[in-house]
């Protein structure tokens, strides 16, 4: 039985309602076809209530969030009642209900009937759920950052009594936690956090590995190239450093985690300069939070955006109206190549992608190869060049069955100790999925998520307003309930 069905707790004396909003992020883990033994005789009146709101697919991943939950009974809506049967399905004791999330007034009748919303939708509705969450004096968890518009709602959510939990899923969630306990812990001892660098990636399994990216799609190809283009700023030396998107991939390098078995490239991720502030680090010269690939990563990718493949303009050949066309006129029209033969169109691509010097010209060559860009074959037209690129990659670059994702992140402390020495420690997560049951990204984000949401309905987290797990009083409650489910990191002193 996975460790996130293992706490599942008995029947409790009070019912509770929970609105759980979701999305298709960590679509690609499986899921129990039945309730647990432990509650195989348990009806239904005697577990809290839950619903499910789906957007977009319908997709059995996101109940990995809800397993651990068994003690509750979901309600599951999306927009289409058969998507919300097709999921419901296949959890007994599921209700399934119709409701679109553009619709204020749905949000709000199905949030009205409910104890706790858990809002995984994309984050630019996150705003209105919490809007109808605080109306109706409901709890709300998500696992996604605060964003400006939830954050308008926070003075109103302490006014309504309501905890608006956030950031609470792996990054951001578990890297909260471990950042904010060492680093209490450093101030309490009278020392100085001088650096601190936070890395974490989601990767396939090293022999899963198997792709000139290194990298498989859990969820929308889309969402993963568009961060790709994404500014990052960062501290260092006591100064902001900004990465426009175009130079993102150039700015990766090795990130020596001191476990030669896990070699990865890494780069910033976002805006990481307002941390100082959030782990309350001032003194910090050095804050930054990256995400980890594996190497081959960055060049690979730079190359696609060099040719245009991260453009997401409206490109009259890759209409749905137009006609048919091949990869390799694709390709080509992106380099400005008039080329008819291979190696022309090679050498084409080299001269736009600025590949002539690149260590890796031969192997990014050959990925491209492997994705087809030498092809015959007519592509998937998406309007653009992205949409394009992804509806392959999406074909190409999944998840097959019996393959097994890992989770690793690293906190790396630079700290100055009370009587002047200096000190690095770290904390390390590694975590391999279990391809018959489920996923490191799922168990690493769902767990999480499942404990606040146990502790919030248990009464055993009740600050108000929007928050993020950022002091001890939060912290604490939800790590002891982590390491008893085995997912925590590791510390050490080098």
Not at 185 to 208: D, I, Q, R, T
Request: glycine content about 8%; charged content about 20%; hydrophobic content about 40%.
């Amino acid at each position: 039985m996975p460790l996130c069905l293992l706490k599942i707790g008995l029947k409790r004396k009070h019912t509770h309602n929970t609105f759980l909003v979701v999305t298709v992020r960590i679509s690609f883990c499986s899921v129990p076809a039945s309730l647990p033994p432990q509650l195989s005789n348990t009806s239904f009146d005697d577990l809290r209530t839950s619903s499910l709101l789906v957007s977009g697919k319908t997709l059995t991943g996101v109940m990995d969030m809800g397993a651990r939950l068994y003690t509750d009974a979901w309600s599951i809506a999306s927009r289409t009642l058969k998507n919300a049967q097709a999921l419901s399905a296949k959890f007994p004791g599921t209700k399934a209900v119709e409701c679109d999330i553009n619709s204020d007034q749905a949000i709000a009748d199905l949030v009205a009937q409910h104890d706790l919303v858990i809002s995984l939708i994309p984050y630019i509705y996150h705003a209105k759920v919490i809007k109808a969450a605080v109306q109706h004096k409901k709890n709300v968890v998500t696992t996604s950052y605060v964003s400006p518009a939830m954050m308008e709602y926070d003075q109103a959510a302490k006014d309504a009594g309501v905890t608006v939990m956030n950031e609470i899923g792996l990054d951001p969630g578990i890297d909260h936690l471990y950042a904010v306990k060492t680093i209490e812990e450093v101030h309490n001892e009278g020392g100085k956090m001088l650096g601190f660098l936070s890395y974490c990636g989601g990767l396939p399994a090293p022999e899963n590995s198997n792709n000139p990216l290194g990298y498989k799609f859990s969820w929308s190809a889309r969402g993963v190239l568009l961060a790709l283009r994404n500014t990052a700023k960062y501290i260092d030396g006591g100064k902001s450093v900004t990465v426009p998107g175009p130079e993102l991939m150039s700015s990766a390098k090795r990130i020596e985690t001191g476990y030669p078995g896990y070699s990865f490239v890494g780069y910033p991720n976002r805006d990481s300069t307002n941390y100082g502030e959030l782990y309350h680090i001032p003194e910090a010269q050095t804050v930054l939070r990256g995400t980890l690939r594996y190497d081959g990563f960055p060049e690979f990718v730079k190359a696609l955006v060099d040719l245009g493949f991260l453009d997401d303009s409206e490109q009259a050949h890759l209409a749905s109206s137009a006609s048919d066309i091949t990869w390799k006129a694709v390709v080509a029209k992106a380099a400005g190549s008039s080329a008819k033969d291979d190696a022309t169109l090679a050498n084409d691509i080299v001269a736009k992608a600025n590949l002539a010097n690149s260590p890796r010209k031969d192997a990014i060559l050959e990925g491209m190869r492997w994705i087809g860009f030498f092809s015959e074959t007519p592509v998937t037209r998406r309007g653009n060049l992205l949409d394009t690129l992804c509806a392959t990659l999406e074909e190409k670059m999944q998840y097959e069955q019996g393959e097994r994702d890992l989770v690793f992140l690293q906190h790396r402390f630079e700290i100055e100790l009370k009587d002047g020495t200096r000190q690095v420690r770290t904390s390390t997560l590694v975590e391999y999925g279990d391809p018959n049951k489920y996923t490191a990204m799922a168990k690493t984000v769902g767990v999480p998520c499942g404990i606040a949401v146990q502790l919030i309905l248990d009464g055993k987290i009740t600050k108000t307003g929007v928050l993020a797990p950022m002091s001890s009083d939060i912290n604490n409650p939800i790590m002891e309930l982590l390491e008893k489910e085995n997912i925590g990191m590791v510390e050490a002193i080098l």
